[in-house]
């Protein structure tokens, strides 16, 4: 079985993995960072999704061993010390979620977007943040709190 | 998802090479079709290359065409300020579709060789005549109100999937591809085939070879271009209809047009006779008149006979779309 | 009379949710985040046909896959009787069938075979390969098919699904105005974003049960009662539930599979739920075809009402929708019928999804009474008001608390009714026709026993009951009214819920956990402040109030679609949802479910058509492609207010349940405002672009 290197919130893990595990599994199965979720596992959801070199990809449709040398953020690296992120704040006070399952994917697809360069309108957030589902509806908030990160952090 | 092996060739070279020698491999680069195809059991490839580490993500920018190399992302194309400028409905055609996580991952040459999205395609217990020859197609009789009207046999009417290629057909592109022993040119809309009674066979790719870049050639009437998607909700899912368009104008008349069709046909679909209709009217009247000769060869079933319609209005309002931004 | 004693309460307070940290760090821990040590994992394997036998099923080159410790089929498996649903005892089964007991098939996605393994890889590729062959027998899967039993259900939880009062064909053929329509709703799935999973651990023999769940004792229960254990020798634990909707509430065979690998394997197992089997195994909304027939005066009064509901119901379960259930009580008059016919197929057992029932009857009886206002030239707004009453005609009971009419007052004036379209197709802009559209959203207000237990230590106070937070906000609404009747600061609480050996509660389900928890951890904290104990413990019941009163929430949905007819395309560009709820103990969550629940309802509307393929009986749209759910994109300006009217009569803090009512009425709204912007009536969920072309 292929031993391997995945770098993870600043972190660096060796891990043995056979070829067929994907990155999602080997995060929550394989090195126990269980922040992302796991929701459709066909990347139908975004449940899954993480930066790997600061680009929003979802990890169920990937293979963990195609991202060695790569730098991985989950949910888990987006506070900081303990300090909350100021979209997790956001989050908090506009209540962006209920039932918390999507909530992972929806920050970090969410500090992906911020990063791109095409969160300006209330149009371009949702169209956005449309690839992280919510069966709770929350988007009305989450797009609340999205939008006052953008202003906060003038992207 | 069975087991495999993962290959990291270095070059290209040895990833063709490895490629024709290696039964039962396939290569592997944003892995969006490919690791979601062997989830689902309908592929289990025993190796994968990982081409991801080649270095075929350039895009040039040159006086008389585009080359988009093949591994560039689907994000990265959408965004390139001369496919913006330039080639919009290339732009506006991948950010239609998948979602912005799929776009990060998806290469441009994966994207014109996914597969259909038909759902007894992807089911192993269903019959389907793309897996396997003279099984049957259970989508004939079954769910099909997403399934093709257009370049469909009694063997199969799975709908081609990817939007991009929409666009890339409309807009003329080249493949670039490289083989074993040989390299060669061919036109993107010839490389698709109709399933007629081989549903299996899909396109020209002919065994060990690799993609390597996409060329779009300049045209008069890709400027002015748009990319216009019906579905049944406002983002992340695949086409009712789609409708590639673009015009070029001298003075009020219309010089030069591109028109292809997503959703609708078992290939993207070019509809030059359309496009033939279009040249030196006005616009308006001539919109009608094109899209009820793009439609002119569509064979509705049971439950997606609706599409002739939509299609033709979606051709209508693509163009008049385009004509306002001129 | 509310006792809480706080001057500066924080119920009635938009408090951050109390979970909110751990949700938005990734650090609160849904079933399968569990960590369990030497861990072996379960994939199930499901049939691919709907009714027949399994002929052969062999596992052998499953076996041969690295890693794999056993695959369980009927052929191997304990055999355990599923019991018998029994509510008042907290033991609901899913299903009426239990699987891997015998060669039988009765519906498409019926679990087979189970498959462990020391990793997760292993098990998905092994049940890959686990080769069935079977004897097919003819599906029943239409209520077409003339080999499909019928029969008339008599009840649903209580309430009747075949009533008459008056004379119902007298008053029907004398109305003056007349409406007779036919209304259907597709198939829905639950889908909540958190998969179905079970992690079992034995300890001698002492079980451990991690699972998502909406209601902990049921599970205990039924677990206890199929491996004959006693039930204290059963613990289930759900802390955190990724979304139910209904559809864990009730407790699936897939749990006593996970426990019987463990136990046969000695090793804790963590089963996990597919997507794709989420939709073969975990229930669903029925697909209802109904027909409602109305009788009126001229001015709008109703004169009589039949509504007739035809459900798909299934072999391996008992569940049917009772769409036709608000209608006796929903309005003022004197000749109503409802009746409910259930067909019985080889599809998967449905159960209940929020706001069973209701949702689609709301969907007719509110597209219906809009098409005779239309008919009349009546406001639909003055129709409901016409017909409101303070009266329960058929429970023979006034409401404790109707607000209906404030509801669409309210409502009226915040949305701009006066500027609704007077006819269709009068307004335009873009490429866009406009139109708005109302409903009435309604659901019961049931109220359960519960206990509670607070502990004190160090100037903490452990609150713990046996209800679940889903998404709902319960552990913050706990932390609210444990604050107030303590006199003490929200940060001062915890809360631990979701535990079965907890002080119980009912099930998350019926919008009833706040009505009934609310006043057992209010009477628990008070005992403790009162006696100046360390620990107090209370149970409150509802009491002779429920057979002198009808207790139900109301609401008004208001909608203004923007209609490209052209293309077929339908978006809600707006939408208002008004509610009497009673008191809202959070402002925050209770919007958050609000608005929550007419997403719910504009996917119903426009995009949800859970599509089972005749012949062969499987969910075709099995997956979150194909499934269409609101997206991001999908959802326009939408807002929801509450009208406070405390119900004293349900509780002494004068609260009623939030999470179902805000989807009641929210498709009716929609077609409605289509019907008002482009004058097409689409009776037939979802209001596809192929249905307006």
């Known amino acids: 079985?292929?031993?391997?290197?995945?770098?993870?919130?600043?972190?660096?893990?060796?891990?043995?993995?056979?070829?067929?595990?994907?990155?999602?599994?080997?995060?929550?199965?394989?090195?126990?960072?269980?922040?992302?979720?796991?929701?459709?596992?066909?990347?139908?959801?975004?449940?899954?999704?993480?930066?790997?070199?600061?680009?929003?990809?979802?990890?169920?449709?990937?293979?963990?061993?195609?991202?060695?040398?790569?730098?991985?953020?989950?949910?888990?690296?987006?506070?900081?010390?303990?300090?909350?992120?100021?979209?997790?704040?956001?989050?908090?006070e506009h209540d962006a979620f209920q039932c918390g399952f999507c909530t992972a994917g929806q920050i970090v697809s969410a500090l992906?977007?911020?990063?791109?360069?095409?969160?300006?309108?209330?149009?371009?957030?949702?169209?956005?943040?449309?690839?992280?589902?919510?069966?709770?509806?929350?988007?009305s908030n989450i797009l609340a709190a999205v939008r006052q990160e953008v202003r906060r952090a003038g992207v | 998802m069975q087991a495999f092996e993962l290959l990291q060739p270095a070059d290209t070279r040895e990833a063709i090479e490895l490629s024709a020698r290696t039964k039962g491999a396939a290569f592997i680069a944003g892995g969006t079709n490919v690791v979601d195809l062997m989830k689902c059991g309908v592929a289990s490839p025993s190796t994968l290359i990982d081409i991801t580490r080649l270095p075929l993500a350039a895009i040039d920018v040159e006086p008389d065409r585009l080359r988009i190399g093949a591994l560039v992302l689907n994000s990265a194309v959408a965004h390139h300020p001369v496919v913006v400028e330039q080639f919009p409905m290339l732009a506006e055609a991948f950010l239609a579709g998948a979602s912005p996580q799929l776009r990060n991952m998806a290469t441009i040459g994966g994207n014109v060789l996914q597969r259909t999205r038909c759902p007894y395609f992807r089911d192993p217990a269903a019959a389907c005549n793309k897996r396997h020859p003279g099984d049957g197609c259970d989508a004939l009789e079954g769910l099909h109100r997403m399934h093709a009207i257009l370049g469909t046999s009694d063997a199969c009417i799975a709908t081609h999937a990817s939007d991009a290629a929409v666009a890339l057909v409309a807009l003329d592109a080249i493949l670039e591809i490289q083989g074993p022993s040989s390299a060669r040119r061919v036109s993107l809309e010839e490389f698709y085939s109709f399933p007629g009674d081989t549903p299996n066979v899909e396109n020209d790719l002919r065994p060990g070879e690799l993609i390597v870049a996409i060329e779009i050639p300049r045209g008069r009437a890709h400027k002015h271009s748009t990319y216009l998607k019906v579905r049944d909700r406002a983002s992340y899912e695949f086409a009712l209809v789609s409708v590639a368009a673009g015009l070029d104008f001298d003075g009020d008349r219309i010089g030069d047009a591109r028109i292809a069709l997503g959703g609708v046909g078992t290939i993207p679909w070019r509809v030059r006779a359309a496009e033939d209709a279009l040249l030196d009217s006005e616009g308006d009247s001539a919109y009608e008149r094109a899209a009820q000769i793009a439609l002119e060869h569509a064979v509705p079933r049971r439950d997606n006979g609706f599409k002739i319609e939509l299609a033709k209005r979606a051709i209508v309002r693509a163009l008049e779309t385009v004509r306002r931004g001129q | 009379m509310t006792t809480i004693v706080s001057d500066k309460p924080f119920?009635?307070?938009?408090?951050?949710?109390?979970?909110?940290?751990?949700?938005?760090?990734?650090?609160?821990?849904?079933?399968?985040?569990?960590?369990?040590?030497?861990?072996?994992?379960?994939?199930?394997?499901?049939?691919?046909?709907?009714?027949?036998?399994?002929?052969?099923?062999?596992?052998?080159?499953?076996?041969e896959?690295?890693?794999?410790?056993?695959?369980?089929?009927?052929?191997?498996?304990?055999?355990?009787?599923?019991?018998?649903?029994?509510?008042?005892?907290?033991?609901?089964?899913?299903?009426?069938?239990?699987?891997?007991?015998?060669?039988?098939?009765?519906?498409?996605?019926?679990?087979?075979?189970?498959?462990?393994?020391?990793?997760?890889?292993?098990?998905?590729?092994?049940?890959?390969?686990?080769?069935?062959?079977?004897?097919?027998?003819?599906?029943l899967l239409s209520p077409d098919d003339a080999e499909a039993q019928r029969t008339k259900p008599e009840q649903f939880f209580g309430s009747m699904l075949q009533t008459e009062r008056g004379d119902v064909e007298k008053y029907l053929e004398g109305a003056a105005a007349t409406l007779d329509a036919r209304y259907t709703t597709p198939t829905q799935f639950h889908n909540p974003m958190e998969p179905h999973a079970t992690v079992a651990q034995w300890n001698g023999s002492k079980l451990t049960i991690h699972e998502p769940s909406q209601w902990v004792k049921g599970v205990q229960n039924y677990v206890a009662t199929i491996f004959k254990m006693p039930v204290e020798d059963v613990h289930v634990i759900s802390p955190f539930v990724g979304g139910g909707f209904g559809n864990k509430g009730f407790s699936f065979p897939h749990t006593i599979l996970a426990a019987m690998a463990a136990r046969e394997l000695k090793r804790p197992v963590k089963l996990l739920m597919t997507r794709a089997q989420l939709f073969g195994q975990t229930g669903h909304r029925p697909r209802t075809e109904q027909r409602l027939r109305i009788g009126a005066q001229k001015d709008g009064k109703l004169v009589a009402i039949d509504h007739t509901s035809t459900i798909e119901a299934s072999l391996a379960g008992w569940f049917v929708e009772p769409s036709g259930r608000i209608t006796p009580m929903l309005y003022s008059c004197p000749n109503v019928r409802m009746s409910h016919e259930a067909v019985w197929l080889n599809v998967p057992a449905p159960g209940p999804m929020r706001a069973p029932g209701e949702t689609p009857g709301t969907f007719a009886l509110e597209s219906a009474l809009d098409e005779l206002a239309a008919k009349l030239g009546v406001d639909p707004i003055e129709l409901r008001v016409k017909n409101d009453t303070s009266h329960d005609e058929e429970g023979n009971r006034p409401f404790s608390s109707r607000h209906l009419v404030e509801c669409f007052r309210a409502g009226a004036t915040r949305f701009g009714w006066k500027d609704r379209p007077k006819k269709p197709r009068e307004r335009r802009e873009h490429n866009e026709y406009v139109g708005y559209g109302v409903a009435t959203a309604t659901f019961p207000g049931l109220r359960s026993p519960a206990s509670a237990r607070v502990r004190r230590d160090n100037g903490r106070f452990l609150v713990e009951v046996a209800?679940?937070?889903?998404?709902?906000?319960?552990?913050?609404?706990?932390?609210?009214?444990?604050?107030?009747?303590?006199?003490?600061?929200?940060?001062?609480?915890?809360?631990?819920?979701?535990?079965?050996?907890?002080?119980?509660?009912?099930?998350?389900?019926?919008?009833?956990?706040?009505?009934?928890?609310?006043?057992?951890?209010?009477?628990?904290?008070?005992?403790?402040?009162?006696?100046?104990?360390?620990?107090?413990?209370?149970?409150?019941?509802?009491g002779d109030e429920q057979e002198r009163y009808s207790f139900h929430s109301f609401g008004a949905q208001f909608v203004e679609v923007r209609v490209d007819e052209t293309l077929g395309r339908v978006r809600v560009a707006r939408a208002l949802g008004v509610f009497d709820c009673?008191?809202?103990?959070?402002?925050?969550?209770?919007?958050?479910?609000?608005?929550?629940?007419?997403?719910?309802?504009?996917?119903?509307?426009?995009?949800?058509?859970g599509v089972f393929d005749r012949r062969s009986g499987r969910v075709i749209t099995d997956n979150l492609a194909d499934y269409r759910i609101p997206v991001n994109a999908d959802i326009g300006e939408i807002e929801a207010i509450a009208v406070e009217h405390p119900d004293f009569l349900l509780n002494p803090l004068g609260v009623r349940g939030v999470g179902e009512i805000g989807t009641t009425g929210v498709a009716a709204a929609i077609a409605n405002a289509v019907y008002n912007a482009t004058g097409k009536r689409v009776r037939d969920l979802p209001i596809t672009p192929d249905k307006l072309l």
């Open chain 1, 112 to 139: 992906g977007l911020l990063t791109e360069g095409h969160a300006h309108t209330d149009g371009e957030i949702r169209e956005g943040m449309s690839g992280n589902l919510c069966r709770c509806g929350a988007y």
């Open chain 3, 467 to 542: 209800t679940h937070d889903i998404g709902t906000g319960m552990y913050s609404i706990i932390a609210q009214v444990a604050a107030d009747a303590l006199g003490v600061g929200i940060e001062q609480i915890e809360c631990r819920i979701g535990d079965s050996s907890l002080p119980p509660a009912p099930v998350a389900g019926g919008s009833m956990s706040t009505a009934s928890v609310m006043p057992a951890v209010q009477a628990a904290c008070l005992k403790l402040r009162e006696s100046g104990a360390n620990e107090a413990e209370a149970s409150t019941m509802p």
């Open chain 1, 1 to 92: 079985m292929p031993q391997m290197k995945l770098k993870i919130n600043g972190s660096s893990h060796d891990v043995e993995l056979e070829p067929n595990v994907t990155l999602l599994d080997a995060l929550r199965e394989r090195i126990g960072l269980v922040g992302t979720k796991k929701g459709c596992d066909y990347g139908q959801c975004g449940a899954c999704t993480v930066l790997v070199d600061g680009r929003r990809v979802l990890a169920c449709l990937t293979l963990a061993m195609m991202h060695q040398g790569a730098e991985i953020t989950t949910i888990e690296g987006v506070a900081s010390n303990g300090s909350l992120h100021p979209l997790q704040q956001a989050f908090i």
């Open chain 3, 11 to 63: 119920v009635g307070t938009p408090v951050d949710r109390v979970d909110g940290r751990l949700k938005v760090t990734g650090q609160a821990q849904y079933t399968a985040d569990t960590p369990v040590e030497h861990v072996a994992y379960a994939v199930m394997v499901t049939s691919t046909i709907a009714r027949g036998k399994i002929g052969s099923i062999d596992s052998s080159e499953a076996r």
């Open chain 3, 65 to 139: 896959v690295a890693g794999v410790l056993q695959i369980f089929t009927h052929e191997n498996s304990p055999r355990f009787t599923q019991p018998e649903a029994d509510f008042m005892n907290a033991l609901v089964p899913a299903q009426s069938f239990m699987p891997l007991q015998s060669d039988e098939i009765i519906h498409y996605g019926q679990q087979i075979a189970v498959v462990v393994a020391e990793t997760f890889e292993a098990a998905r590729a092994a049940a890959a390969r686990v080769r069935v062959a079977y004897e097919a027998g003819h599906p």
């Open chain 3, 582 to 609: 009673g008191k809202i103990v959070n402002p925050k969550t209770a919007r958050s479910q609000f608005l929550g629940g007419i997403v719910f309802g504009i996917g119903m509307a426009l995009m949800e058509d």
